[in-house]
């Protein structure tokens, strides 16, 4: 297993784009090792080491951006002179700034125009993804959604997201098509969070999705989870011009 998940996409030559994994990092055990967030009670001197690693290992033009996520659906546009507010996607023309989101389970969404000139990286847990971070994203672009490129990353499987009738009900609000995304299991339902961000994706006009399936939860050895562990590290998926 490689420590970087590299996008399979049609995405231009200038756009960069990576996933990690939990391998390669200094962090110890329940974080280990590549742990890349720094609000889940690692050491912050092994955080900083293993986000320089990724910087050095990957040839990253800059650090970062690490924004303050909180399940919202504010897009920050890098960069940026000024504080950044808690945010849950970020998007930029510039080259050599890196877009980045951390997750655990949740579903990272790299966005790229056909032309190259504009990237973005968002952060969809359940609530972001039904309340609308993707389109919010999208808006960002200027270009239509026709001309984007998006690639699902690793996220938390359709065999282990479980969740209660309200979650259907919010997504259901919005569009009946996604009862197709849940599965009964007793009083619940497993939900396929892939197909619920390409259904929203679809409807917001993107064609061209490609993505992975790779289940952060099951795959016990290669992701962090918090649904499995609860205590553990954050991966990133990043994205940036050169």
């Not at 990272?108 to 359940?126: I, K, M, N, Q, Y």
């Amino acid at each position: 297993m490689s420590e970087w998940i590299i996008p399979d996409w049609p995405a231009p030559q200038r756009v960069r784009a990576c996933s990690t994994t939990r391998f390669g990092g200094l962090s110890h055990a329940p974080w280990d090792s590549l742990n890349l967030g720094g609000h889940v009670g690692d050491l912050a001197e092994h955080v900083a080491l293993n986000r320089q690693r990724l910087v050095e290992q990957l040839a990253l033009p800059a650090m970062p951006q690490w924004l303050n996520q909180i399940h919202g659906q504010v897009v920050a546009r890098l960069p940026s002179t000024e504080t950044l507010p808690p945010a849950d996607a970020a998007i930029t023309r510039e080259n050599g700034v890196v877009c980045a989101v951390m997750t655990a389970d949740c579903l990272p969404v790299l966005f790229c125009s056909r032309d190259g000139s504009e990237v973005a990286a968002a952060h969809a847990g359940w609530r972001g993804l039904c309340n609308g971070v993707l389109e919010q994203t999208l808006s960002q672009f200027h270009c239509s959604a026709n001309d984007i490129h998006a690639w699902l990353g690793p996220a938390i499987g359709p065999q282990a997201f479980e969740v209660g009738p309200e979650v259907k009900s919010a997504f259901m609000a919005h569009s009946e098509q996604a009862e197709e995304a849940f599965r009964p299991v007793g009083s619940k339902y497993f939900a396929d969070i892939w197909m619920l961000a390409r259904q929203r994706l679809q409807a917001a006009g993107v064609h061209s999705i490609s993505g992975s399936t790779r289940c952060t939860f099951h795959e016990r050895d290669d992701f962090f989870s918090f649904r499995r562990d609860g205590i553990t590290g954050r991966m990133a998926t990043l994205i940036w011009l050169r």
